[in-house]
């Protein structure tokens, strides 16, 4: 019998504890950030790390950036429960600083079990981090924001990280007017 597809992350979570993925980063961490949303969601969002607030909480997510990523989602008519959110890094990095190339090499193999349990329509990369290891090298996000891509039979779409609209107002327009393709980019999937 299929396990379920709760089972079925449930066992990816497990497994980054028992092969002590990141053992520095989980050393220092309140707790494993793996994920947050509908497992039959059509639209999976894809961060760097958790940052304090995540780490707290245990969902991605939560902190400013993720209220903004509310009203991304809001200006789409979707909610959180309708998506499923995560990141690449599962263990927040010392003092929010970026994961390191190592540390994403290490959490990508669960992060693709994780895209292959929810087999979502769309994966939306937060930031250049997520969109260096799921996307070819040598794209710029600042030429391919709001562009989709489709590779290794996957549509993804990069847009900026919400966090750096916090800082650039300029930014919050360009995150909003590019979740605004969304759903036309998954009505032509």
Do not use: W
Not at 14 to 25: F, G, R, S, T, Y
Not at 121 to 150: A, E, F, N
């Amino acid at each position: 019998m299929a396990t379920s597809k709760t089972e079925q992350l449930d066992q990816i979570r497990a497994e980054i504890i028992k092969n002590n993925v990141c053992p520095d980063l989980a050393e220092q961490a309140t707790q494993l950030v793996f994920g947050d949303g509908s497992l039959d969601a059509e639209i999976v969002f894809i961060g760097e790390a958790p940052g304090k607030n995540e780490d707290i909480q245990g969902v991605p997510f939560v902190g400013a950036a993720g209220k903004f990523l509310d009203e991304m989602l809001a200006s789409i008519k979707l909610k959180r429960e309708d998506i499923y959110i995560t990141n690449i890094v599962k263990y927040r990095p010392p003092n929010n600083r970026d994961p390191l190339p190592e540390e994403k090499a290490a959490f990508l193999p669960y992060l693709q079990k994780q895209l292959a349990v929810i087999k979502p329509k769309l994966v939306v990369t937060l930031g250049r981090h997520s969109m260096d290891v799921l996307l070819p090298q040598g794209l710029q996000i600042s030429q391919v924001h709001g562009q989709p891509k489709r590779y290794q039979g996957q549509v993804y779409l990069p847009l900026f990280h919400p966090a750096a609209a916090l800082y650039n107002g300029a930014m919050r327009t360009v995150l909003i007017d590019d979740s605004a393709l969304i759903p036309a980019i998954l009505k032509k999937i």
